[in-house]
């Protein structure tokens, strides 16, 4: 226990402290909000959620806003990379973490500086109890170069509000002390909370020395919470404008506070993570407390790992090999490897933990526990594939190294030595050891090339960037839309610019319009297209999407546009409804595997568009043909019944609470709209959907496969596009039973009969084969020579196929030792081919796999295989009498030395 604080502060649970936080902020007008995903679904910029700011980023660019001024919440967040999150790190000191809990609260233009500054130095000394001679306080500085004066009015509040010694309030520099969004965007200085976690006897007035003290970067003086104050704009040109509204932003890690409440020196000592040990401890049969640094470290990395990708499964995401994909895959081979290497867990053992970090995060994130069995498959899916992979990765290494030691060097390439991180999980330090054991070294500079290459990869999931810059949107209100009218002004709207953006020559022209019939892309429907006209003006609308409240068409534009133009909005009616059936049949196809497949059933994605639907949900195994015509009965059936397509605004709450369906991953406000078909399916949803069921027409699946462990996909379509298909299917049909002389209904049996003669056909010609290659067998011995101690032959053997060869080749074979035989077969206008070459003839030089290669080039096909048996194919049967006198030649020259 730190010596510093207070012994009742162990009294200190997870659950009360999460609690306390979020009920202070309550009790004083905040709304308490659900915490977003770990990954943000609607912005491509974030890799994953690593602030809690992000589910209020566009209130502060001012693309969006809420029905409520002040909320507080705990956000899950997952950090990979950057300057502080070294993921080689986690797990070997008491303070790195890929997932933790971000404890915030927020004012949207509401109170500022002097609410928010009382209100946490009351919650900490007041409520928790923190000594205030423990605590510093730093306030910006001032900048010279944006011409920023030091925050003195947040100085003055800590001093004559809050009542914190002028001595323990510190002035601290921009890097420490001034928040940006990004380059450009909302900013503001910050002022932060330290602790001082000295033992006894420590000076208290250390933390004001800059070289020991506050932000010296060591584990004594940690910061608890910041809190910033939101008050410019960065612009383009790099210059600070006042915002309008300002708004305040905290933050505070949960682990960090609970670490300190609870007086332990580790995060990972705490209740957050030690019912995680005692269930690894139970697995792998060692206790953490009790065992080596070696294996506590194993303990830490499987614990916070299995929670990151517990977190991220439960919110949609998925193990793979791109984007947010590649990271959880490599979580999990991280782990697992110190499972193996350090634990001696071969067999899958993380996805058992998972269920203890449910129950202890399942307390504030429900969707970890409702997910738990789909959770758990992906988890062990992985491991058993980390399992397979790390073979594979061993062989690639050892294939590294005998290049290296062919060349006569003992430097790994670092670019090749990574790709076993990267590829297989083998971490620098295994790399290093195996490279050791063969007496090589591996080249630093190029690992590290490689290492920044893969982490500028893995910032982002492509190359995307903001719909709108902080100084486009500035002055855009939220786009008003009449998308789900039904009086015609949800296909064509008279309306005016609100703003016109050119683009470049790999970018889009943006136009946003004070109100807009184009639907938004969004709930994975994709964006409305059409045209945009006015006088001078045409824009021909490609895509719609969302900043925000602010909804922006992409496309090509003629012509220039002032904002406040009139201009007529029209949306392609023809894609608009094919989009609407699509959609509505989404929704029935979900309920109908619900019923066909069970409850278990959760959508991970969907894409929804004028040409087909696609549809992935949870499901451990493949779905029959049998279960896909009963869910296409279900979905037609509900469609036959032509019922009303009701939608109703109401409270989330509510409609979750009556058994509506709500999507995990989607962000819904506290008011949203319930899609109703014929009471049959209830989904929250904001897509455009058609008037009555009966208007989706046919449902037709076009497919099912697996998109990864425990995620399958359905492909299917709707309408006309549907009828099409049929006929399609119809129509082969018709033309297979013609070729067949049978009648439709006739073709299964027609065919079943067919392959019983095909079955006795390949019977006959495998006993016809099998005297063939007896008779071959009696050819080729008596043909055989001898030269030099070795029975050597060339022969061609036109009724033998490739596989008859290579039974032939295997019993000429053991006539001898030493051998060396090229046979040529037949099959299909092909040269399949045989090489035999052992003992004494590749003491003289012959090669196998080198002949092989050669007499598969000479009949313009290939081939190859060991030094002492190859085959291949060649595609040229004219050059087949040439090739053999060569391989004669070949072989005479060779045993005649």
Same mark, same amino acid.
């Given at each position: 226990?730190?010596?510093?604080?207070?012994?009742?502060?162990?009294?200190?649970?997870?659950?009360?402290?999460?609690?306390?936080?979020?009920?202070?902020?309550?009790?004083?007008?905040?709304?308490?909000?659900?915490?977003?995903?770990?990954?943000?679904?609607?912005?491509?910029?974030?890799?994953?959620?690593?602030?809690?700011?992000?589910?209020?980023?566009?209130?502060?660019?001012?693309?969006?806003?809420?029905?409520?001024?002040?909320?507080?919440?705990?956000?899950?967040?997952?950090?990979?990379?950057?300057?502080?999150?070294?993921?080689?790190?986690?797990?070997?000191? %008491?303070?790195?973490?890929?997932?933790?809990?971000?404890?915030?609260?927020?004012?949207?233009?509401?109170?500022?500086?002097?609410?928010?500054?009382?209100?946490?130095?009351?919650?900490?000394?007041?409520?928790?109890?923190?000594?205030?001679?423990?605590?510093?306080?730093?306030?910006?500085?001032?900048?010279?170069?944006?011409?920023?004066?030091?925050?003195?009015?947040?100085?003055?509040?800590?001093?004559?509000?809050?009542?914190?010694?002028?001595?323990?309030?510190?002035?601290?520099?921009?890097?420490?002390?001034?928040?940006?969004?990004?380059?450009?965007?909302?900013?503001?200085?910050?002022?932060?909370?330290?602790?001082?976690?000295?033992?006894?006897?420590?000076?208290?007035?250390?933390?004001?020395?800059?070289?020991?003290?506050?932000?010296?970067?060591?584990?004594?003086?940690?910061?608890?919470?910041?809190?910033?104050?939101?008050?410019?704009?960065?612009?383009?040109?790099?210059?600070?404008?006042?915002?309008?509204?300002?708004?305040?932003?905290?933050?505070?890690?949960?682990?960090?506070?609970?670490?300190?409440?609870?007086?332990?020196?580790?995060?990972?000592?705490?209740?957050?993570?030690?019912? &995680?040990?005692?269930? &690894?401890?139970?697995?792998?049969?060692?206790?953490?407390?009790?065992?080596?640094?070696?294996?506590?470290?194993?303990?830490?990395?499987?614990?916070?790992?299995?929670?990151?990708?517990?977190?991220?499964?439960?919110?949609?995401?998925?193990?793979?090999?791109?984007?947010?994909?590649?990271?959880?895959?490599?979580?999990?081979?991280?782990?697992?490897?110190?499972?193996?290497?350090?634990?001696?867990?071969?067999?899958?053992?993380?996805?058992?933990?998972?269920?203890?970090?449910?129950?202890?995060?399942?307390?504030?994130?429900?969707?970890?526990?409702?997910?738990?069995?789909?959770?758990?498959?992906?988890?062990?899916?992985?491991?058993?594939?980390?399992?397979?992979?790390?073979?594979?990765?061993?062989?690639?290494?050892?294939?590294?190294?005998?290049?290296?030691?062919?060349?006569?060097?003992?430097?790994?390439?670092?670019?090749?030595?990574?790709?076993?991180?990267?590829?297989?999980?083998?971490?620098?330090?295994?790399?290093?050891?195996?490279?050791?054991?063969?007496?090589?070294?591996?080249?630093?500079?190029?690992?590290?090339?490689?290492?920044?290459?893969?982490?500028?990869?893995?910032?982002?999931?492509?190359?995307?960037?903001?719909?709108?810059?902080?100084?486009?949107?500035?002055?855009?209100?939220?786009?008003?839309?009449?998308?789900? +009218?039904?009086?015609?002004?949800?296909?064509?709207?008279?309306?005016?610019?609100?703003?016109?953006?050119?683009?470049?020559?790999?970018?889009?022209?943006?136009?946003?319009?004070?109100?807009?019939?184009?639907?938004?892309?969004?709930?994975?429907?994709?964006?409305?297209?059409?045209?945009?006209?006015?006088?001078?003006?045409?824009?021909?609308?490609?895509?719609?999407?969302?900043?925000?409240?602010?909804?922006?068409?992409?496309?090509?534009?003629?012509?220039?546009?002032?904002?406040?133009?009139?201009?007529?909005?029209?949306?392609?009616?023809?894609?608009?409804?094919?989009?609407?059936?699509?959609?509505?049949?989404?929704?029935?196809?979900?309920?109908?595997?619900?019923?066909?497949?069970?409850?278990?059933?959760?959508? @991970?994605?969907?894409?929804?568009?004028?040409?087909?639907?696609?549809?992935?949900?949870?499901?451990?195994?493949?779905?029959?043909?049998?279960?896909?015509?009963?869910?296409?009965?279900?979905?037609?059936?509900?469609?036959?019944?032509?019922?009303?397509?009701?939608?109703?605004?109401?409270?989330?709450?509510?409609?979750?609470?009556?058994?509506?369906?709500?999507?995990?991953?989607?962000?819904?406000?506290?008011?949203?709209?319930?899609?109703?078909?014929?009471?049959?399916?209830?989904?929250?949803?904001?897509?455009?959907?058609?008037?009555?069921?009966?208007?989706?027409?046919?449902?037709?699946?076009?497919?099912?496969?697996?998109?990864?462990?425990?995620?399958?996909?359905?492909?299917? &379509?709707?309408?006309?596009?549907?009828?099409?298909?049929?006929?399609?299917?119809?129509?082969?049909?018709?033309?297979? +039973?013609?070729?067949?002389?049978?009648?439709?209904?006739?073709?299964?049996?027609? &065919?079943?009969?067919?392959?019983?003669?095909?079955?006795?056909?390949?019977?006959?010609?495998?006993?016809?084969?099998?005297?063939?290659?007896?008779?071959?067998?009696?050819?080729?011995?008596?043909?055989?020579?001898?030269?030099?101690?070795?029975?050597?032959?060339?022969?061609?053997?036109?009724?033998?196929?490739?596989?008859?060869?290579?039974?032939?080749?295997?019993?000429?074979? %053991?006539?001898?030792?030493?051998?060396?035989?090229?046979?040529?077969?037949?099959?299909?206008?092909?040269?399949?081919?045989?090489?035999?070459?052992?003992?004494?003839?590749?003491?003289?030089?012959?090669?196998?796999?080198?002949? +092989?290669?050669?007499?598969?080039?000479?009949?313009?096909?290939?081939?190859?295989?060991?030094?002492?048996?190859?085959?291949? @194919?060649?595609?040229?049967?004219?050059?087949?009498?040439?090739?053999?006198?060569?391989?004669?030649?070949?072989?005479?020259?060779?045993?005649?030395?």
């Amino acid at each position: 226990m730190n010596p510093a604080m207070p012994v009742s502060m162990t009294k200190f649970t997870a659950e009360k402290v999460r609690r306390d936080f979020l009920d202070y902020f309550v009790e004083r007008a905040h709304r308490e909000v659900p915490s977003g995903g770990v990954f943000p679904p609607d912005d491509p910029t974030l890799l994953f959620t690593n602030a809690g700011m992000n589910q209020f980023k566009d209130v502060f660019l001012g693309t969006g806003t809420r029905d409520y001024k002040r909320a507080v919440d705990t956000q899950k967040c997952l950090r990979v990379s950057g300057k502080h999150n070294d993921l080689e790190e986690v797990g070997r000191d %008491t303070y790195h973490h890929t997932f933790f809990e971000m404890l915030g609260n927020w004012s949207f233009g509401d109170y500022f500086k002097e609410d928010a500054i009382v209100w946490a130095w009351e919650l900490l000394t007041k409520v928790w109890g923190l000594p205030e001679d423990r605590l510093w306080v730093t306030v910006f500085e001032g900048d010279e170069k944006d011409g920023l004066s030091a925050d003195e009015e947040a100085e003055r509040v800590w001093i004559e509000k809050a009542g914190v010694s002028p001595s323990r309030v510190l002035r601290a520099s921009r890097e420490d002390n001034f928040w940006e969004m990004g380059d450009t965007g909302p900013c503001g200085p910050c002022t932060e909370i330290h602790i001082d976690r000295g033992g006894a006897g420590s000076d208290p007035t250390d933390g004001a020395d800059p070289e020991i003290g506050v932000n010296a970067g060591n584990e004594r003086f940690i910061e608890l919470w910041n809190l910033v104050f939101i008050q410019f704009n960065r612009l383009d040109d790099g210059s600070l404008k006042e915002l309008p509204a300002r708004h305040v932003d905290t933050g505070m890690g949960f682990e960090r506070i609970l670490s300190v409440l609870q007086g332990k020196s580790s995060n990972y000592d705490t209740d957050l993570f030690t019912p &995680i040990f005692e269930r &690894i401890g139970e697995l792998v049969g060692k206790d953490y407390a009790s065992s080596d640094e070696n294996v506590r470290v194993a303990f830490r990395v499987i614990a916070d790992h299995v929670r990151a990708v517990s977190s991220a499964i439960a919110d949609g995401a998925q193990p793979s090999n791109t984007g947010r994909g590649y990271v959880l895959r490599r979580l999990i081979r991280r782990a697992a490897r110190f499972g193996r290497q350090v634990l001696g867990m071969e067999d899958p053992f993380l996805y058992q933990v998972a269920g203890t970090v449910s129950e202890i995060l399942g307390v504030a994130f429900p969707e970890i526990p409702e997910r738990l069995d789909h959770i758990q498959l992906i988890i062990r899916e992985e491991e058993n594939s980390f399992g397979r992979t790390l073979g594979r990765g061993l062989v690639e290494f050892e294939k590294l190294a005998a290049r290296v030691k062919s060349g006569e060097g003992n430097l790994l390439p670092g670019d090749q030595a990574y790709d076993l991180y990267a590829t297989y999980g083998f971490p620098q330090d295994l790399v290093e050891q195996m490279a050791e054991e063969h007496g090589f070294a591996v080249d630093q500079e190029g690992w590290e090339r490689s290492q920044a290459k893969h982490q500028e990869a893995s910032k982002s999931v492509g190359s995307f960037k903001q719909l709108l810059s902080g100084e486009e949107s500035e002055g855009l209100s939220e786009t008003h839309s009449t998308c789900h +009218a039904r009086d015609g002004s949800e296909l064509l709207l008279e309306t005016s610019v609100a703003a016109f953006f050119p683009g470049g020559t790999q970018s889009p022209d943006r136009l946003v319009l004070l109100a807009t019939p184009f639907y938004a892309e969004s709930g994975g429907q994709c964006g409305d297209r059409g045209q945009v006209e006015g006088e001078g003006f045409s824009f021909q609308v490609e895509d719609t999407k969302k900043a925000g409240a602010v909804i922006v068409h992409l496309g090509k534009a003629r012509g220039q546009a002032e904002a406040g133009a009139a201009v007529v909005a029209r949306v392609d009616g023809d894609a608009r409804q094919a989009i609407s059936r699509n959609h509505t049949a989404t929704h029935l196809m979900h309920q109908a595997l619900k019923e066909v497949l069970g409850d278990h059933v959760v959508q @991970q994605g969907s894409y929804v568009g004028p040409d087909r639907l696609r549809f992935d949900f949870a499901h451990p195994k493949g779905v029959s043909p049998e279960d896909i015509e009963a869910v296409e009965g279900l979905v037609n059936r509900n469609a036959f019944t032509n019922s009303e397509v009701e939608t109703t605004i109401e409270d989330l709450e509510a409609a979750k609470e009556r058994g509506v369906t709500a999507l995990f991953g989607e962000k819904y406000d506290e008011s949203v709209r319930v899609v109703d078909v014929g009471g049959w399916s209830t989904e929250l949803c904001g897509g455009i959907h058609v008037p009555a069921a009966g208007d989706i027409g046919s449902f037709l699946v076009l497919s099912e496969r697996a998109v990864s462990a425990g995620v399958r996909r359905i492909e299917a &379509i709707t309408g006309e596009a549907a009828l099409a298909e049929l006929q399609k299917i119809k129509r082969t049909l018709r033309q297979s +039973a013609a070729a067949l002389k049978a009648q439709p209904d006739e073709m299964v049996a027609r &065919i079943g009969a067919l392959q019983e003669k095909l079955k006795e056909a390949s019977k006959k010609k495998k006993q016809d084969s099998s005297g063939n290659v007896a008779a071959a067998f009696d050819k080729a011995k008596a043909q055989l020579e001898e030269s030099g101690g070795v029975c050597w032959g060339v022969a061609s053997f036109p009724d033998l196929d490739g596989k008859a060869m290579e039974e032939l080749c295997g019993r000429l074979a %053991t006539l001898g030792d030493s051998m060396a035989l090229v046979l040529a077969g037949s099959e299909d206008g092909r040269v399949p081919f045989q090489v035999l070459c052992t003992g004494a003839a590749q003491k003289a030089g012959l090669k196998a796999g080198t002949l +092989a290669k050669s007499f598969g080039g000479m009949l313009r096909g290939g081939g190859g295989g060991r030094p002492d048996r190859a085959q291949g @194919q060649g595609t040229d049967a004219s050059q087949l009498e040439a090739a053999l006198a060569q391989a004669r030649e070949i072989l005479v020259e060779a045993l005649s030395d």
